[in-house]
Every structure is written in structure tokens, then in C-alpha cells.
């Protein structure tokens, strides 16, 4: 790591405008459009850059909220979130229509701005997020809402995790010492610790009858997945009979599951140069006309100054 280098913030950009979405009040542009939720992510974009000073930026993207081949895996994945199955493409996520009509607003807006916006074509912003963060090169913020994303803590790669579950304005600093202190178990071992628990969030059914201390205590023990479900396959191990039946009787979905929550580290996205945060808008013209459009006055200017520096 070269923290000569800069530093690289990476945010969890649907885990944002969700949030800014749900938390703060109908704000009308112009033409009646409900733009609270492109106000709020500029907003939020303004007072991480305002706190962290990042030198390269990404607003990651889910292409594909819920890729088929995690489904195919583990048919319950996100199935409690789907509104209608497509075919030929993407599944369509339950979202609030006044939510839905501000997406392609956002996209505009960043574009104006140069902000850098990555997904990838069968992947989540999860995986972008996991592969960029993945031999940055550089120190790495990961902001999110996402649990999930723990995995990728990591102290000696300067990988952490800006965790805005209490708000954007309340977010914690998520480091090794910080997964330790709250699961009982290392960054390095959270994707498992989260496989044999569960979360109903994600359609993720875990173990039955394994909840996060029982998860962390099998985890202290025998170290990993494998290591487990070896010791379950072994009789002579002191594996207690409960925890041993419980893990053979779920040995289907810990086949599966464990590569369903990993986030994939290995895509090919852009790097460098491409990732920088812009000190001025890329389209200052586009940017006005959107700003007219959809009454984004005060958001706008706020981010162009923090921009600037």
C-alpha cells in the first residue's frame, strides 16, 4: 500500500440514496418530481469528501442487483425483493416509484460532475466495491449500509469501512479491531460468520438454529468454514453433538452459500486516473441545465465548492 498515493473512497451508492430516500422529506423540483433522494446523495457525497478528502471517488453501481448465478446457487437469494422476473435480463427489485424516477436524475447529475460511476454487467455494487478495494494500491473507504461488507475489512491493506447503518452524519469507523469488539470473530472470517448466521434481508437462511454467538463460538474453534464442517464430518472431533448435527444437517447450503455472500475480487474495471475525483464539473453546461430542471440549486453548489477544495 502507498499512501503516497491517495486515497480511494468507494460508496454503496443504492445503500445511499435508499437511505436518503426514506430519511428526509418529499422535496419537489419544478416540474412536481420528487428529488429528495438526488439531493440527499449529493449531499452526502459533499460531507464525505468535506471529512475524508479523497483523491479518487466511485459511485458503485449494481448493474445486476441480483445476478442469476447467485441464484442459481441459492434460489432464495433476494427472492423476498423481486416484483417481476425477467428472462432476458435483470430481476426487477421492489422500489418505490418516487425513488425509481430519481435513478436516471442521479446518473445524469454525476455525469455532469465527472463523478467516476462503475458497475459490472452480472455483478452487484457489492462486487465492483470488492474488486477495487482489492490491490487498491491506496487507503480505501467503503461506504455502506451493508454488513456484508466487513469481509473486506482489512487493517494491513488499509481497507476500512464507513458503516452509515446509524445515518450518513453518525457513520462509524469499521476496522478489525471494530469486527472483533462486536462479533467475536476477525474481519477475515466475517463471510462465514455471516453464511452460518443468516440474514433474512437477503434471503439468506443460514444455519437453523445458529444464531451470531454460536456462529462466533464454532468459528473461534475450528477456525473456518471447512474447518468446521470437517469436524462435523469427523466423529472422533469434540464437536458437541448439537452444533454437529445442526451443521451436517445443513451441509447442501454451506456447499453453496459461502460463494453466494464472498463479493467477487477478480472483475476487470477501471483503475487509476479513471477513479479520480474531478476538482471541477466535467459538463459545467449540463450541470446548470440539470440544476434548473430539478431544482438542485443549494446540493449542487455545495458539492462544486467541496470539489474545488
Not at 426514506?22 to 429528495?36: A, K, M, R
Amino acid at each position: 500500500m502507498n499512501a503516497s498515493a491517495g486515497r480511494l473512497m468507494l460508496l454503496d451508492t443504492a445503500s445511499m440514496y435508499f437511505r436518503a430516500f426514506f430519511g428526509s422529506p418529499e422535496i419537489l423540483s419544478p416540474d412536481g418530481t420528487n428529488v429528495n433522494a438526488v439531493r440527499g446523495l449529493l449531499g452526502y457525497i459533499s460531507s464525505l469528501v468535506e471529512q475524508y478528502r479523497p483523491s479518487h471517488l466511485v459511485c458503485c453501481w449494481d448493474d445486476d442487483w441480483r445476478p442469476a448465478w447467485r441464484v442459481e446457487l441459492l434460489p432464495t437469494y433476494k427472492a423476498h425483493r423481486v416484483v417481476a422476473e425477467v428472462p432476458s435480463g435483470p430481476d426487477v427489485e421492489e422500489v418505490p416509484d418516487p425513488l425509481e424516477a430519481q435513478v436516471p436524475i442521479m446518473r445524469e447529475v454525476l455525469a455532469a460532475f465527472g463523478i467516476p460511476v462503475v458497475g459490472a454487467p452480472g455483478y452487484e455494487a457489492d462486487d465492483v466495491i470488492g474488486t477495487l478495494a482489492t490491490g487498491a494500491g491506496m487507503p480505501v473507504d467503503v461506504v455502506t449500509g451493508d454488513r456484508d461488507l466487513f469481509q473486506l475489512v482489512d487493517d494491513a491493506a488499509g481497507v476500512r469501512i464507513l458503516y452509515i447503518g446509524k445515518g450518513v452524519g453518525r457513520h462509524e469507523r469499521v476496522d478489525e479491531a471494530w469486527v472483533l469488539a462486536k462479533y467475536a470473530v476477525a474481519a477475515s472470517q466475517y463471510a462465514d460468520f455471516a453464511t452460518l448466521r443468516g440474514d433474512p434481508s437477503d434471503g439468506l437462511p443460514g444455519v437453523k438454529g445458529v444464531g451470531e454467538k454460536t456462529a462466533a463460538t464454532l468459528l473461534q474453534r475450528f477456525g473456518d468454514l471447512p474447518g468446521l464442517v470437517a469436524a462435523a464430518d469427523d466423529p472422533t472431533s469434540d464437536l458437541a453433538p448439537g452444533p454437529r448435527l445442526k451443521i451436517k444437517e445443513a451441509a447442501d447450503y454451506l456447499l453453496v452459500a459461502p460463494r453466494v455472500v464472498a463479493v467477487a475480487r477478480d472483475l476487470d474495471l477501471p483503475r487509476g486516473d479513471a477513479l479520480a475525483l474531478p476538482s471541477a464539473p466535467a459538463d459545467p453546461d449540463a450541470l446548470e441545465e440539470l440544476t434548473e430542471r430539478w431544482g438542485l440549486g443549494s446540493p449542487v453548489e455545495r458539492l462544486v465548492k467541496t470539489l474545488a477544495g
